[in-house]
């Protein structure tokens, strides 16, 4: 209920009535079938609206689902490289996959190298890593942000090229139609794919690493044989079980 009096009344085709008292506006809005909406009540006097109520709050629920939506259609999607740089080149493909995919329906992809341990010597790896991804992605894709350190992580952001993705879509529709492209029934959904990434993201997530890496190192000092101690300069202690697994993941 409007209990302030005068106010500025605009009418149901956005024209300005002026200042009235709030009981004759009330008559004009009940005359013509509408309802007085106050539309800014922190104002003096406060303006208010003659419409339909019901309409404008349809038509209001609408634009925010709307905007939902778009707002949906255009997150950001991360794929993680595995836990390290040791990752598989096959698994590396399976998220250029992945992330092609993201792409094409309109998101922007966040992908992660994770590096391990004295992996950070050699971050030139990883880099280079990134680098082949953006080449293999460049026919649809734009680097948004170049990579960025995160503590042991590298991440950069690539989104959509419009034109790109446009030329591309009309192509393999052609393809398609002359028997030659990649049959679009045997493609997993959108949401499907979340799901496999979401998943996916969850056996590479960083949280779990160091953890991971302590049991490692655990399990190694409790297999290294124990070793006498030697007196003097022909001392023969056991290696460092920790520098051996390094070694070994760094090939």
């Not at 800014?40 to 709050?57: A, H, N």
């Not at 790896?125 to 680097?143: C, F, M, N, P, T």
């Not at 049991?215 to 202690?237: I, N, W, Y």
Request: charged share 40%; net charge negative; glycine share 6%.
């Amino acid at each position: 209920m409007i209990r302030i009096s005068p106010i500025r009344v605009i009418g149901s085709e956005n024209e300005q009535i002026g200042v009235i008292e709030t009981q004759e506006a009330l008559r004009m809005a009940q005359e013509q079938g509408f309802d007085l909406v106050e539309i800014v009540p922190d104002s003096r006097p406060p303006v208010c609206k003659i419409m339909d109520y019901g309409k404008y709050k349809y038509d209001l629920s609408q634009k925010e689902r709307r905007n939902r939506a778009k707002s949906k259609h255009s997150e950001t999607k991360e794929i993680r490289l595995g836990r390290s740089v040791k990752i598989d080149p096959h698994d590396v493909q399976i998220r250029v996959d992945q992330s092609r995919r993201f792409l094409l329906a309109g998101h922007k992809v966040q992908i992660t190298q994770r590096f391990r341990g004295r992996e950070m010597m050699h971050k030139e790896l990883g880099i280079e890593r990134l680098a082949q991804i953006v080449d293999d992605l460049s026919d649809i894709a734009k680097v948004e942000m170049p990579p960025r350190w995160a503590g042991r992580s590298a991440s950069l952001l690539l989104a959509p090229d419009k034109p790109k993705v446009e030329a591309y879509k009309r192509r393999l529709e052609e393809e398609r139609r002359a028997g030659d492209g990649p049959d679009e029934s045997q493609e997993v959904s959108i949401e499907e794919l979340e799901a496999q990434v979401e998943a996916q993201n969850l056996i590479d997530d960083p949280d779990d690493d160091d953890a991971a890496d302590g049991a490692e190192v655990v399990a190694a000092v409790s297999e290294q044989p124990t070793k006498k101690k030697g007196k003097g300069p022909r001392d023969d202690r056991a290696k460092n079980p920790v520098d051996d697994e390094l070694r070994e993941l760094l090939g």
